[in-house]
């Protein structure tokens, strides 16, 4: 039977605040007369019932309330895609008063998949765990935490010295010093000079020109914790740099897979509100995972910006569709709701969402959470690192890939292959680890943006470009946009990728992308 059918039956029965079994509307579409099968059944739900289950359909079939085919000879009918919560094809219904928040739906069973098979972790999410106040001691304890946990990684590849040992060594003396890269700088001769910061104080490198890795200095950011080797000069007051290591991802690193064939698609800037929001785009990302295409696609991560938002860039008022944030957040509620019910979702904030701008952003609030109640989402922090069935999955929104970006040559980092910026964030080992830039960062106890644990899949936004590779194996995804270019995109040249929604498999890290504009 054609989507658009069952896709009617589920707008109609979440206008009246249920969700359905998917099988449940597949017997309801095959009736004679689905409308009044409908109706019948809706008349013969428990009070308390907030699902439309097979049995419910069943039994008031049998009964003869419908003209439609009896409960046998519907289940033999083809089985239909996965039941949304919203009409798939059109603007989901005004729904009035107050009506029960969208359950699970059928869970598993709408997938044929035992829910025991689903397994979703949460770690590293901060919301309601700030501490910071902004006085100096926190921006302190941030950068000490970095430098202790980081550094931490390369200790144990060199011989470490705190910056007021090495100024006390005799000239000639071989040293390796762990610290923050508190300043670069060319000299005269065409050499790099990188200051080292550790808790002791700092110490000058010097990077010799001819020397084969200093195409490495190009990838340096301040504030990064790096190791050097080198050589003491004779008045000790500088050495000279014979090697350096970054905190990096190991390159024997072997990621963790499902045990089964399951499927997640990773998605990002939404952008509701705004004029360029692809609303058909959408519908055909929803339609699809309704399809039999798409049955194994059980978890769908959204790595921020849900919403356009309100005064984020100059003049933005002029292309905004929905001028108000939080009816921007229930419009886009109401797209979420398209999405098939049996799909656990997981969303972080972006730049653009009603949260703080500085990072790490904690989840919404409340009231926030209680408007994008639809499936009951997993809202966390940004970043957060997600685990799927033993596949972790560091979720990021992406600002600081602008930093990157016009910090490092164009060959290793760019906007049209985002994913090769995200590797110089798995390199340093952190997802932001520029102070004073483009970049927000909120100084905490704990600095949440280290990489501590290796991630499988490293999921960013952003930059509305679409890219994918493996660093080390790691899988890196900037999973593009669903808003079209705006006027303030083209003044400053960026030509999105909008529209497409890459699908992991769990089971083999192998990664496809969907084109629904």
């Excluded at 658009?4 to 449940?24: D, F, K, P």
């Excluded at 000879?73 to 603007?91: F, H, L």
């Excluded at 931490?152 to 610290?179: C, E, F, T, Y």
């Excluded at 490293?458 to 194996?473: I, M, R």
């Amino acid at each position: 039977m054609p989507l658009e059918a069952s896709a009617r039956i589920v707008s109609e029965l979440t206008s009246r605040g249920y969700n359905a079994e998917r099988e449940a509307v597949t017997k309801l579409a095959s009736a004679e007369n689905p409308q009044a099968a409908l109706e019948r059944v809706v008349e013969d739900l428990p009070e308390d019932a907030l699902v439309v289950r097979t049995d419910h359909v069943d039994s008031t079939l049998l009964r003869g309330n419908s003209t439609g085919p009896n409960a046998d000879a519907a289940s033999d009918s083809p089985a239909d895609p996965a039941v949304s919560t919203g009409d798939a094809t059109t603007d989901p219904p005004a729904t009035g008063g107050d009506v029960p928040v969208e359950t699970k739906g059928g869970g598993g069973a709408d997938r044929s998949v035992d829910p025991a098979l689903r397994s979703l972790e949460i770690a590293g999410d901060m919301t309601g765990q700030s501490t910071g106040t902004g006085e100096y001691e926190d921006f302190v304890a941030v950068f000490r935490d970095r430098l202790e946990r980081l550094g931490s990684k390369l200790r144990g590849r060199v011989n470490h010295r705190p910056a007021s040992a090495i100024q006390n060594m005799p000239g000639g003396s071989d040293v390796a010093m762990v610290g923050l890269v508190n300043d670069i700088r060319s000299t005269a001769s065409g050499h790099w000079l990188i200051e080292l910061e550790d808790a002791t104080g700092t110490f000058p490198w010097l990077v010799m020109k001819d020397r084969e890795y200093v195409d490495l200095v190009d990838e340096l950011l301040c504030d990064e914790v790096l190791a050097m080797e080198g050589t003491l000069a004779d008045d000790s007051g500088i050495a000279f740099v014979d090697s350096m290591y970054f905190p990096d991802i190991p390159r024997t690193h072997e990621p963790s897979t499902a045990d089964r064939h399951v499927q997640a698609a990773l998605i990002s800037d939404v952008h509701v509100g705004s004029d360029e929001f692809m609303a058909e785009a959408w519908n055909r990302f929803a339609d699809w995972l309704h399809t039999e295409q798409a049955q194994h696609v059980e978890y769908l991560l959204l790595a921020g910006d849900m919403v356009e938002g309100v005064g984020v860039y100059p003049d933005q008022d002029e292309e905004l569709e929905i001028v108000d944030i939080y009816e921007q957040y229930e419009a886009f509620s109401e797209h979420l709701k398209k999405i098939p019910g049996d799909i656990e979702i997981v969303m972080i904030p972006g730049n653009h969402d009603a949260v703080r701008l500085a990072e790490p952003q904690p989840g919404f609030d409340e009231e926030l959470r209680e408007i994008m109640s639809a499936h009951d989402p997993q809202i966390v922090s940004n970043p957060s690192t997600v685990t799927l069935e033993g596949v972790s999955v560091l979720m990021y929104h992406g600002v600081s890939l602008d930093e990157v970006i016009a910090e490092l040559p164009e060959e290793k980092a760019s906007y049209d292959d985002p994913h090769k910026a995200m590797y110089q964030l798995l390199k340093k080992r952190h997802v932001a680890p520029q102070f004073g830039g483009h970049t927000r960062l909120a100084p905490e106890e704990r600095d949440y943006l280290v990489m501590e644990e290796v991630p499988d899949i490293f999921h960013t936004g952003h930059v509305h470009k679409l890219g994918f590779g493996k660093y080390h194996n790691v899988l890196a995804i900037n999973s593009g946009c669903w808003q079209a270019q705006t006027d303030f995109q083209k003044s400053v040249n960026i030509d999105p990728d909008a529209g497409y929604a890459p699908i992991v498999d769990l089971d083999t890290l192998d990664v496809t992308v969907q084109k629904f504009s």
